[in-house]
């Protein structure tokens, strides 16, 4: 067997898809193996963090590799890096021509504490991450806008897009976090309607979640190509 079902047999990671790419065996491999800025690598360990969790080691190369996915792995294990990661390698900070990724949440808390997050990860680079709040999607100027990464719940998105003209057409990194709870919610719509906006046929899709209904995974496979399966453990723990 080679080295990579060795890992996701340990780490407890199934998979379903086509040339999955292997699993991280050490943060370090970022650097040696997918050639990732340093910069980025050694924010994980001012953070403190020393070994990858299970879900970030198999969902990071998936994405690094421009692949799209569905990951499930349990509430605490480290979703949020697992695409922050990749998201920062694959955008370039300050950069003109709008909006080049969107990470959906289905809270505003939520929403906050991953910017919180992202901006400790990104620090010392000139990103512009902006959270959606009320007041930005009902008054924003979104041509004037310099924003990279933005963060924001579907319904002050969806609002942004359609009463204030905000382009999501140059979005080429489109998260949906806790996706069964954006699901649940009843924002199928909503949502779908964002996902629409993304229009950039380049655009790389992930799900990440706690757990992945069979209705939600049959719901999601309409809106990604091609999209790797990752769950951690059991599939609805
Ligand atoms: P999830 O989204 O899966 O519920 P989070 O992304 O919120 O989990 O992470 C839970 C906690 O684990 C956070 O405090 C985060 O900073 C921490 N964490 C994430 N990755 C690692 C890691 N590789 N090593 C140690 N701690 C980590
Ligand atoms: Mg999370």
Do not use: W
């Not at 994980?44 to 879900?55: A, D, H, M, Y």
């Not at 706690?210 to 723990?237: C, F, Q, W």
């Amino acid at each position: 067997i080679e080295r990579a079902a060795i890992l996701r047999k340990r780490f407890d990671i199934h998979i379903a898809g086509q040339n999955v790419p292997a699993p991280l065996e050490s943060f370090e491999e970022l650097i040696s193996r997918h050639g990732c800025d340093s910069y980025l690598v050694g924010s994980l360990s001012k953070l403190g963090f020393r070994e990858p969790t299970p879900i970030q080691r198999q969902a990071i190369p998936i994405l690094l590799s421009g692949r799209e996915c569905f990951a499930c792995a349990p509430t605490g294990s480290g979703k949020t890096l697992a695409f922050l990661f990749p998201l920062l390698m694959k955008i370039k900070p300050g950069s003109k021509g709008g909006v080049k990724a969107v990470i959906l949440c289905p809270t505003r808390e939520l929403a906050a504490q991953t910017v919180r997050e992202c901006k400790k990860l990104a620090k010392g680079r000139k990103y512009y991450i902006k959270l959606m709040t009320n007041d930005l999607s009902k008054t924003g100027n979104f041509k004037d806008m310099h924003c990279d990464i933005l963060v924001s719940t579907p319904l002050r998105l969806d609002h942004a897009v359609k009463k204030r003209d905000l382009d999501l057409s140059s979005v080429e990194y489109l998260v949906l976090d806790e996706s069964d709870k954006l699901f649940e919610l009843g924002f199928v719509e909503v949502v779908d309607s964002v996902v629409e906006a993304c229009s950039n046929p380049s655009i790389i899709r992930s799900l990440f979640s706690a757990t992945l209904p069979d209705s939600i995974e049959a719901l999601a496979r309409t809106i990604m190509h091609d999209a790797i399966r990752v769950i951690v453990g059991k599939k609805n723990s």
